[in-house]
């Protein structure tokens, strides 16, 4: 049986009740008036649990402050589909239960932030939340409004700057979209400026063809000679600089012995295009005229650097396409807030977005594409991406390797952000996840990205998430359920 379904069975001790004499022992009470520890007396009573039994459950409404008067219990969290002990005590006086019973009521459920079973036949003291609050308003005003301004001023500058914070992640986010949108836009901008120049001067040289009293039959041969042309060099390898550099020399080498018009200038397109000097020959026998030589290479030129400029918008505008398409598989604008998901499309559209922080960094990829897909709120989950691989980043300081890895673990899928900085001192570890915590210097960071990422992945999906550092390998580690949770 599981404390969600458990039931929690309190038994009223003999003779139920402390004096004030026994109240005092207490630490929480030994300063209290012999009037104020009557009342409490008066108020309060004692309860007993045997071992094994459930005190109080965690998401429970917060009813009863519980005080420990002999025995050993655990204070547990629920993490997924597992209880994480969290404090384990047998000293007498410890409290528990509805500890902010005495903050003024803000319309915020109040409720049991963990779970807590007696280990070993177990007796408290108990006072109801709303006797428990009364006595700390009445009895210590000034304490109450101390503890108030810092417990509400906490929730209130944590909001306030986790609002901020992701209004700053918005904003460098849709810096780095507009950076990487630039690009390929001016790119495709200026082969649109040259491809309108090319296209003019086919026309040109189409009428000098014309006018150079070619019979018909030679130019129906030459336009097909100028698609074949293209299509060859649409099937023409891949080459590499220095391929495309010999090249350029061969092919400028035999327009100048034929004197062709700025050779040097049409023998990079022919390069770029895979033509080679077997083409340009054939080209020659074809036209079989010297004196036609010299515009059908220039003719045949333009169109070759016609269909490579149009490649370049094509792939432009391509890019800006899979850009787009990232960014809203980042923010998940046009989906359900929770639904089954591949993480791997989130990994992705989350790299493409970070790619003007990434900079130089080598990423890897070390995907189980086998992966199940888990129920997950994305546009969440996306924002825990951002915080990992953009801390992985900084902790590189823009050199260094990138390892995003995903694997199965029993009942869990597991993505592993990595990184070969530094690494993390055993101090900061243990409290990376805090919130407020950083090593950043002020103004770089405001602690709570971990901390976000953290209810994110444990609150909100039922998952864990950890870290393993030493130097030159840090990673990060976040679980994430392949199924629903049970409901409880």
């Not at 458990?6 to 009037?35: I, N, Q, W, Y």
């Not at 915590?437 to 864990?464: A, C, M, Q, W």
Request: proline share 5%.
């Amino acid at each position: 049986m599981t404390a969600e379904t458990e039931e929690v069975r309190l038994e009223p001790c003999e003779p139920g009740a402390l004096s004030p004499a026994e109240l005092k022992t207490l630490f929480l009470f030994e300063k209290l008036t012999d009037e104020q520890l009557t009342w409490i007396a008066e108020h309060g009573c004692t309860m007993r649990v045997p071992a094994g039994g459930l005190v109080l459950r965690e998401g429970d409404p917060a009813e009863a402050f519980f005080v420990l008067l002999s025995g050993t219990v655990s204070l547990t969290r629920r993490v997924g589909e597992d209880d994480i002990t969290t404090t384990r005590t047998e000293q007498r006086g410890v409290y528990m239960g509805a500890t902010n019973a005495y903050l003024r009521d803000d319309g915020v459920p109040r409720t049991y932030m963990a779970s807590m079973r007696a280990l070993s036949d177990s007796e408290f003291f108990m006072l109801s939340a709303t006797d428990f609050g009364w006595l700390m308003r009445e009895w210590f005003p000034m304490a109450i409004h101390l503890l108030e301004g810092l417990t509400l001023g906490m929730r209130n500058t944590q909001a306030a700057i986790g609002e901020r914070q992701r209004l700053a992640a918005l904003g460098a986010l849709s810096a780095g979209l507009m950076h990487e949108l630039n690009n390929p836009a001016a790119a495709a901008s200026r082969a649109t400026g040259a491809l309108r120049q090319r296209v003019a001067a086919m026309r040109m040289k189409l009428g000098k063809l014309a006018a150079g009293k070619v019979a018909p039959d030679r130019l129906v041969a030459l336009l097909e000679l100028q698609e074949e042309v293209i299509e060859r060099a649409a099937k023409a390898p891949a080459l590499t600089a220095m391929q495309t550099a010999d090249l350029e020399d061969e092919l400028g080498d035999w327009m100048e012995e034929r004197n062709i018009t700025a050779g040097w200038d049409v023998a990079p397109v022919f390069a770029q295009g895979g033509i080679d000097v077997d083409c340009l020959t054939q080209i020659e026998s074809r036209v079989a005229s010297p004196e036609l030589l010299d515009q059908a290479i220039h003719w045949i030129g333009y169109a070759l650097e016609t269909e490579q400029l149009m490649s370049d918008i094509e792939d432009a505008t391509g890019r800006v396409s899979n850009l787009v398409n990232a960014a809203k598989q980042y923010s998940h604008l046009d989906r359900a807030a929770h639904q089954w998901i591949d993480v791997h499309t989130g990994l992705d559209s989350t790299l493409v977005m970070l790619a003007h922080k990434i900079g130089d960094v080598r990423v890897v990829k070390e995907y189980d594409r086998s992966l199940p897909q888990v129920p997950a709120h994305p546009a969440e989950l996306n924002q825990v991406w951002t915080n990992l691989i953009d801390n992985a980043v900084q902790a590189m300081k823009g050199e260094g390797t990138l390892t995003v890895h995903t694997y199965r673990e029993d009942d869990r899928l597991v993505v592993s952000i990595g990184d070969t900085g530094p690494g993390m001192p055993p101090e900061v570890r243990k409290r990376v996840f805090e919130p407020f915590f950083t090593t950043k210097p002020v103004g770089e960071g405001t602690g709570l990205g971990l901390d976000i990422s953290y209810r994110i992945v444990v609150n909100g999906h039922g998952g864990d998430i950890t870290v393993e550092s030493k130097p030159g390998d840090t990673r990060f580690l976040v679980r994430l359920p392949l199924s629903e949770p049970a409901s409880a």
